[in-house]
């Protein structure tokens, strides 16, 4: 699909009806994508229009509704695999999100493969999504956990990663780009590392895949993972990505419902790929939506996407950074990362400069954001985030300035 050859911010924010709304009286600004991004209305309008007009379960009907139900289910399909350039729309299954897909993984192919003594390498970086399911695995097998150490600007330290991949090393699972420092990992490079010692290399993409393109196959990860409601889908609905090759060798997770292809009274048959993997009545209207927040993405063009956003990046770390007091978490400049930018306000509190975001209409993030190990880490236990999406400005960014300058003039200044 081609891009747009003129992109318009303001064409853009006026697809989000959201963002018409007020928050305590002030116009809306919403700086949590990280978290959950805003919905075009095309994509609202594509769910809607399946539950008023094409609303019957898929694969199990041959009228003409659940024909028309199946079409747009598997065209959802085929429009991720376009999406990250899979070799085959077999390699696409649906799950409920990242957390789902990662789980699988660790469960189907982990359970299989890992023993004692055998080693998963991790980071710092993670999301208990891409790490709680590796500790499990290795209390459950006897497999020993490694972790990647950060340099001094909060990116992977790639001489540790290297040193510590070894003959051993059976998992290596990684975060493309980091939910809490925006950092973009060299996933393509790490793969081929991870692969020259026989191991399969996991990725965590939540973070990625509504902003940068992917491409699967350049990047050789074995496994991919990420959700459709950070991309402008509907929640509960996400992806895994997996070699062909592995998924046909591993068993499914789940039972009963559509995998199934014959049940006799003491054994059964499951269906091929992909179907062997989605048990029960999958969500229908959930992969239809996220079909269409790629087609709205792809109607704009992923790289173009990503350039905007690496500039208004830059514009923030620059005006972040004038703030007296403001400490960033992870790299200060707009280079291989994305608009996730954490940060603390002097001694306040980040709940409390959250709120305080909040009577101003300005809707952040602020807690450990599922990384307390990173938090740990990084010598504090919570902080302020911002992440930026497509329908961001440079004008919104100078709101939350501002609001930043006053919240620290109250909470500091005129209490000392």
């Keep these: 699909m081609q891009s747009r050859e003129s992109y318009s911010m303001k064409e853009c924010r006026a697809d989000f009806p959201i963002l018409n709304e007020k928050i305590n009286g002030q116009p809306l600004i919403y700086l949590d994508s990280a978290a959950t991004a805003q919905k075009p209305a095309k994509v609202l309008a594509k769910v809607q229009d ?36 899979a070799a085959d729309w077999t390699e696409v299954l649906f799950t409920r999100g990242t957390t789902e897909s990662i789980n699988w993984v660790s469960t189907a192919y982990g359970q299989q493969h890992l023993q004692a003594g055998d080693e998963i390498l991790v980071s710092y970086l993670e999301h208990h999504s891409n790490l709680v399911p590796w500790q499990v695995l290795a209390q459950q ?33 990684l975060t493309h780009v980091s939910n809490v420092t925006g950092v973009i990992n060299p996933i393509a490079q790490i793969t081929s590392w991870a692969h020259q010692v026989g191991a399969v290399v996991v990725v965590d993409g939540a973070q990625a895949a509504p902003h940068l393109p992917v491409d699967v196959q350049a990047l050789d990860a074995d496994f991919y993972a990420f959700s459709g409601h950070k991309l402008m889908g509907p929640t509960g609905i996400g992806v895994l990505y997996g070699k062909k090759a592995l998924l046909e060798e591993i068993p499914p997770v789940q039972y009963g419902g559509e995998m199934i292809e014959y049940v006799g009274l003491d054994e059964a048959t499951f269906q091929p790929l992909p ?13 239809i939506g996220l079909g269409a927040a790629i087609e709205y993405l792809r109607s704009i063009g992923m790289a173009q996407i990503a350039a905007n956003e690496a500039q208004l990046t830059t514009y923030a770390l620059k005006k972040l950074g004038a703030i ?44 450990h954001h599922c990384a307390q190990p990173l938090m740990r880490y990084l010598g504090v236990t919570a902080t302020v985030r911002v992440s930026l999406y497509l329908y961001n400005t440079a004008a919104e960014i100078d709101r939350l300035v501002a609001s930043l300058v006053a919240i620290k003039e109250y909470f500091v200044d005129d209490f000392t």
């Design 50 to 85: 399946y539950y008023q007009h094409q609303n019957a379960n898929v694969h199990r009907g041959v009228y003409t509704l659940s024909q028309a139900a199946t079409d747009l289910y598997e065209g959802a399909r085929n429009q991720v695999q376009a999406f990250i350039n």
């Design 141 to 173: 097998t006897g497999a020993k956990l490694r972790y990647v150490e950060l340099d001094e600007a909060g990116r992977l330290d790639l001489v540790d990663l290297r040193h510590k991949l070894n003959p051993s090393t059976k998992i290596v699972a």
């Design 275 to 287: 179907w062997r993997f989605e048990a029960g009545t999958p969500n229908i209207a959930g992969a």
């Design 324 to 367: 007296e007091g403001l400490q960033i978490y992870g790299p200060t400049n707009g280079q291989n990362r994305t608009g996730v930018i954490t940060f603390n306000l002097a001694d306040i509190h980040p709940h409390d400069v959250a709120t305080a975001l909040d009577q101003e209409g300005i809707e952040v993030r602020a807690g």
